[in-house]
C-alpha cells in the first residue's frame, strides 16, 4: 500500500475539511480495506449473481466509507460458488464478468484512490484443474516418468494419511479442507514457476497486494516450511512492486500468527481480537477496556520486534464467521464501542460488506455471504443468496434506508473512518498503553517523533471522568464527550480521539 504522509486537521470540527464529492468520506491517507465477496455484492445486469461491473459502479460507495482498498474474495474460475477451488488461475470465472470487466475495475478503482488485493489461494485446486486431471491420469496410468508428467506438482502416496482422499490402485492424495480440494506440492519448482507467472499476470492487470488463503496449511505443522514458502511468494510479488500489501490467513491463536512474521509478509490477520469470542468483543462484555489496551499494545510490541515493517491487520468478522452484526444485537451504544475499537486499532482495519449497516448471518457458510441491501422498497442489484443459504433472521435494514439516517451504523463507519483516515499514525505509528488506574477505561498513546495521538475508549456502563497528561490542540468525540483541560469527560460505551500538541 502507499504511504501518504501524516495529516493532521488540528480544528475544533474536522469533518466538514474532510468531505468531497456531496459529503462522501475521503480516503486519502486510507489503512481502510473493504472485502468483498463478488457474487453477493452488487448484481449489475439482473441476473442475481454480483459481479465485477456492479463493483466498479459501487465505487463511489466504497469510497464514501473511506476505504483506500478492496480485498476480492476469489474472481478467478473456479467449481464452487465460492470460487476457492480454482480451475484457471489466469481467467476470470464467467459467473463475474470477463478480463476486460475486471481490467476496467481497476482502472476505475484508480481513479477513486482505491487499489486492489486479489485473494490468491495457493494451498489447494480444485479436482477440476487441468492440472490434477492431468495428475491423476499420470499416476492411474503409471505414467509419472513420461516427459512433463505432473506427478510431482500435487502430493500423492501409497498410503492413506490424515486429510487424504483414495485416487485409485491403492494411490491417495492430499487433500486437508476436502477432497475436491487436493493440495499442492509447493516444493515443485514447476508448480513455483506456475505461481510466479500467476503474481505477475495479475499484478500487470492492475492488482497492488494480495490476501494469501489457508497459509497455515501449506506445509501442515511444518512452520519453517510455511515460512520459506511465504518468503519465497513475497519476494517474488514485491520484485515486481516493493510497495505491494500482502496479508495471510493464519487462523491461530497469538504466538502461532507472530511465529509467520519475519519472512517479507506485510500482515497477518489478528483472528484472536476478532469474533464474538475475541478479545474486542469479551472485553466490552467484561466492561475492560485497560486490559485490551495492553493487550494490543503487547501484540504490537511483539509483532514489531519480529518485523519492525510489519504491520497488524484488525477485523470484527469475515465471509468464514458470523457477522458481527450478532454481536450485540441491538445494542447500539456496545455495537459503537466495537466498532471504534476496532477502527482506531494500530496497524490497518478491514470492513466486511455489509458490516457497516449491520447485517446478520450465521450458521453455515453461504449464510454469512448473502447479498448485499442496498435498498428495502426494490430488488434492484441485490443478489440472490448463495445457494444453500437458510438463514431467515435478517435485519430489515439497507444502505438507502441508513443514508437518510443521522445516527445509523453506516453514518457511524463513516464518521469513524473519516477521523482515522486523518492521520497515517494508525497504521505506522509506535503504540504505547497508558495506564489510567481506571480498569474500564482503554487509552491508547499511537505516536511518531512529530505528533501523538490518544485514542480513549469507555468501556464501562456509567459516565468516566479521565485525566491524561499533555496538552489537547484538539479532540474528535465520537459521542457526547468533553475535554477541558486535562480531564475528559465521557458518556457510556463512548470513545474520543485527543490530539497532543508537541509530542
Known amino acids: 500500500m502507499k504511504k501518504a504522509l501524516v495529516c493532521l486537521l488540528l480544528a475544533a470540527t474536522f469533518l466538514s475539511g474532510c468531505m468531497h464529492n456531496g459529503g462522501t468520506v475521503s480516503n486519502e491517507n486510507s489503512s481502510i480495506i473493504y472485502e468483498i465477496f463478488p457474487s453477493s455484492f452488487y448484481d449489475s445486469d439482473g441476473n442475481g449473481v454480483g459481479d465485477l461491473n456492479g463493483i466498479t459502479e459501487k465505487l463511489d460507495y466504497i469510497q464514501s466509507l473511506g476505504a483506500g482498498a478492496i480485498w476480492l474474495t476469489p474472481t478467478t474460475d473456479g467449481a464452487s460458488y465460492h470460487l476457492y477451488d480454482v480451475t484457471d488461475y489466469m481467467n476470470i470465472d464467467p459467473a463475474l464478468g470477463t478480463m ?14 482505491i487499489e486492489i488485493i486479489m485473494d490468491l489461494v495457493l494451498n489447494h485446486t480444485s479436482s477440476k484443474h487441468p492440472w490434477f486431471v492431468e495428475a491423476k491420469q499420470n499416476v492411474i ?31 491417495y492424495y492430499e487433500s ?18 506456475e505461481i510466479k507467472k500467476i503474481v505477475e499476470f495479475w499484478m500487470e492487470k492492475g492488482v497492488s497486494g494480495f490476501r494469501l488463503d489457508a497459509v497455515l496449511h501449506y506445509y ?55 469474533n464474538t469470542d475475541g478479545r474486542i468483543v469479551t472485553s466490552i462484555r467484561k466492561q475492560s477496556g485497560e486490559a485490551l489496551a495492553g493487550w494490543f499494545a503487547d501484540y504490537h510490541t511483539k509483532l514489531k520486534a519480529v518485523d519492525e515493517n510489519a504491520v497488524d491487520s484488525v477485523f470484527l468478522s469475515n465471509h468464514d464467521q458470523g457477522r458481527s452484526g450478532a454481536f450485540f444485537g441491538n445494542d447500539a451504544a456496545k455495537t459503537e464501542l466495537m ?24 450458521g453455515n457458510d453461504p449464510n454469512k455471504r448473502l447479498g448485499m441491501l442496498w435498498q428495502s422498497d426494490s430488488k434492484e442489484g441485490i443478489p440472490f443468496n448463495p445457494t444453500g ?5 435478517q435485519r430489515d435494514t439497507s444502505v438507502a434506508d441508513q443514508e437518510k439516517d443521522e445516527a445509523s451504523l453506516l453514518n457511524f463507519y463513516r464518521k469513524a473512518a473519516n ?7 494508525y497504521e505506522f505509528g509506535n503504540v504505547e498503553a497508558v495506564e489510567t488506574g481506571n480498569t474500564a477505561i482503554y487509552m491508547m498513546k499511537i505516536f511518531d517523533e512529530h505528533d501523538t495521538i490518544l485514542v480513549v475508549h469507555n468501556y464501562s456502563d456509567i459516565q468516566q471522568v479521565v485525566e491524561f497528561k499533555g496538552e489537547a490542540a484538539s479532540a474528535d468525540h465520537l459521542q457526547n464527550n468533553s475535554v477541558k483541560g486535562n480531564t475528559l469527560t465521557m458518556e457510556p460505551f463512548s470513545t474520543t480521539i485527543i490530539y497532543l500538541k508537541g509530542n
Not at 163 to 169: D, I, K, M, S
Not at 231 to 251: K, M, P, Q, R
Request: charged share 20%; net charge negative.
Open 100 to 113: 476486460e470487466d475486471f481490467e476496467r475495475l481497476a482502472k476505475e478503482a484508480e481513479k477513486h484512490n
Open 419 to 425: 477521523i482515522r483516515n486523518k492521520s497515517t499514525l
Open 339 to 362: 466498532v471504534s475499537t476496532m477502527m482506531f486499532s494500530p496497524g490497518k482495519v478491514f470492513l466486511y460488506y455489509g458490516e457497516e449497516i449491520g447485517m446478520l448471518g450465521s
Open 141 to 171: 496410468n503409471g505414467t509419472c516418468d513420461v516427459e512433463g508428467a505432473k506427478c510431482d506438482w500435487y502430493v500423492f502416496s501409497n498410503q492413506k494419511g490424515s486429510g487424504y482422499t483414495a485416487l485409485g490402485n491403492g494411490m
Open 389 to 393: 443459504s437458510d438463514y431467515s433472521s
Open 176 to 193: 486437508g479442507f476436502w477432497s475436491e480440494m487436493p493440495d499442492l506440492n509447493l516444493d515443485n519448482e514447476e508448480v513455483r514457476a
Open 220 to 274: 501442515g505443522s511444518n512452520a519453517e516450511k510455511n515460512r520459506e514458502f511465504v518468503g519465497w511468494l513475497c519476494d517474488v510479488i514485491h520484485a515486481v512492486d516493493e510497495t505491494s500489501f500482502v496479508v495471510g490467513e493464519v487462523w491461530a491463536d497469538q504466538g502461532t500468527i507472530l511465529n509467520h512474521y519475519g519472512t517479507g509478509m506485510s500482515s497477518y490477520f489478528n483472528f484472536p481480537a476478532s
